[in-house]
């Protein structure tokens, strides 16, 4: 989805690049909404902004999205809500001013062939031509989302079969993905042919029958269930009575898995392609500490994803490592529009130093990433100020200096601080006596290990500017006809948006449409905010077409 806002502060939220959501399904289970409940809360840490959840009792779907973490999102009158045997569900990732419930998933529509539910991680590169092409044929859209795209390329498809439908829609579409659809009596599951985004398949051990499908495998063991395998690249699962059949309805293409995942967006107790990300992670600290070895007293992580590195720094260099920033874990978003006078507190909300065990001493700082440079310059500025003699920064990662087209929340290339300072420019604006980055080809050698697809199966290009999938970063064209759905339809007592598809057939229970420019939300002004000696744009309007689930 395009909408984007303004960032409000430098804190810590938004000086990272950000995976923008997660998917969880259950096929076979009377407590299919609990479950997927608890498998979303599983994954929240890809998502924030929204929650939703589809079920289906074998004849129709049930829905209820809203916004806020899964514990705000549901309580238990709304669960109750969600009768069947069948679920799929998804958390999104938040931004202070795009959070809206018409970008929240799954999205759930009647068409002329029944009822459909969808939930992506991921992005469409081509989503904008296509939404061009519907949009001159008569298609209404209610959101920017490429992901209703899909939609209504499968429901126009002429096929008959639901599993053919999408194969006919997702060989128009290029990008990440990992899907979920759902209808009245099946899953399926669809990765991308490059396997950018992760997708993995698990079983319940207490009910032979009810499998289960997600982001990462850490939603697996919150509710008992068997990690099985990784769903391939350009690999559908088709879940149903029947059981489950592995189809390959696209193309096969060379792998390329989202090295991000390693080094930041997934939690350090899953496995992505069945490596664990701990393990990868504290490897990654090591070849740190083989490329840019410093004298030290101590080695501090920025917690939580910079503790694993640090772990494997510290080992390889033989210093003590410490916990030397404490992090809040019950801080979620801050809303206030600060002054400048308290404008750190952004940072300081969830990061304190430990000042006994900083203060005196020579201290390396591992972190995962720099991406503008702000929140690193603030976390120097804080170990120094709790008394340390030197402040040694070494990152677990290459700079990133490329945006992300497939599904991660980035800022434009302007705003990366990478695409524009060398590496002396950029210690010097963060404060730090020296920096390191680990190289990429550490980085890939790092996480590939024994791989038979080696490092040449990973997507790198926030790294390197090599992307695997052609993009179109194009605004859609001023003149092109948007329409509006403003109807809304209750679901079982639960407030859920539909999309229409004129071109296809009338939906069964839709109202009236409502077409309207006016409706459009007016883009904000970018600010313009000082990055060291440069200036750089903070309107998400100006960013790159990174669009959002
Ligand atoms: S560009 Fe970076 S964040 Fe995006 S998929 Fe590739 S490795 Fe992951």
């Not at 989202?258 to 504290?282: H, M, N």
């Not at 030290?296 to 916990?323: C, L, N, Q, T």
């Not at 003699?389 to 929340?409: A, N």
């Amino acid at each position: 989805m395009h909408a984007r806002a303004a960032s409000v502060d430098d804190d810590s939220d938004d000086d990272r690049f950000h995976d923008q959501c997660g998917v969880f399904g259950i096929y076979g289970h009377t407590e299919a909404a609990n479950l997927t409940y608890l498998g979303l809360h599983a994954l929240q840490h890809r998502g924030q902004e929204s929650a939703g959840i589809v079920t289906s009792d074998g004849r129709q779907l049930f829905a209820h999205r809203a916004m806020g973490l899964v514990q705000d999102a549901f309580k238990q009158e709304q669960l109750e809500r969600l009768p069947g045997r069948i679920a799929i569900g998804h958390v999104r990732y938040s931004t202070s001013g795009g959070s809206h419930i018409k970008n929240a998933q799954p999205i759930a529509v009647d068409y002329a062939r029944g009822s459909l539910a969808v939930c992506h991680n991921g992005n469409l590169t081509n989503a904008e031509e296509i939404r061009a092409e519907l949009e001159q044929k008569g298609s209404i859209f209610q959101s920017d989302s490429d992901t209703e795209v899909l939609v209504h390329l499968v429901a126009a498809s002429t096929q008959v079969s639901i599993e053919d439908r999408i194969g006919e829609a997702l060989a128009k579409v290029q990008g990440a993905y990992s899907l979920l659809f759902l209808t009245e009596d099946t899953i399926i599951a669809v990765r991308d042919p490059m396997g950018i985004r992760p997708l993995c398949l698990g079983l319940l051990p207490s009910s032979k029958e009810a499998h289960v499908v997600a982001s990462e495998p850490t939603a697996f063991d919150l509710i008992g269930a068997e990690y099985v395998r990784d769903v391939e690249p350009g690999e559908m699962l088709v879940i149903d009575g029947s059981g489950i059949r592995s189809m390959r309805p696209l193309e096969p293409k060379p792998q390329r898995m989202c090295v991000f995942e390693y080094v930041y967006f997934a939690r350090p107790d899953s496995r992505i392609q069945g490596k664990s990300v701990y393990e990868v992670r504290r490897a990654l600290g090591t070849a740190l500490a083989k490329e840019h070895p410093v004298d030290a007293d101590v080695v501090i992580p920025v917690p939580d994803s910079g503790v694993p590195s640090g772990i494997g720094y510290a080992s390889e260099r033989k210093i003590p490592f410490e916990m030397g920033l404490i992090r809040s874990h019950y801080v979620g978003r801050t809303f206030i529009e600060p002054q400048q006078s308290i404008r750190h507190f952004g940072v300081r909300l969830k990061l304190n130093p430990v000042e006994p065990v900083l203060r005196g001493k020579r201290v390396v700082v591992i972190d995962d990433s720099i991406v503008r440079g702000t929140t690193s310059r603030k976390i120097v500025k804080m170990v120094r100020d709790a008394g340390a003699r030197e402040v040694h920064l070494r990152i677990s990662s290459p700079p990133t200096q490329w945006p992300c087209y497939y599904g991660i929340d980035t800022p434009t290339r302007r705003e990366l601080i990478a695409s524009s300072h060398s590496v002396d420019e950029i210690a010097r604006y963060v404060t730090a006596d020296t920096l390191g980055y680990l190289s990429l080809e550490g980085m890939l050698r790092s996480v590939s290990g024994n791989d038979a697809g080696g490092p040449q199966s990973f997507c790198h290009a926030c790294f390197s500017g090599q992307y695997a999938i052609p993009f179109t970063p194009t605004s859609r064209r001023p003149d092109a006809p948007r329409g509006r759905l403003a109807t809304q339809r209750q679901v079982d007592g639960s407030s859920v948006l539909h999309t229409a598809f004129v071109h296809v057939a009338r939906s069964r229970h839709f109202g009236p449409f409502v077409s309207s420019q006016a409706a459009r939300p007016r883009r904000r002004r970018g600010r313009w905010r000082s990055l060291g000696s440069r200036r750089a744009c903070t309107s998400r309007s100006r960013r790159s077409r990174c669009t959002r689930r």
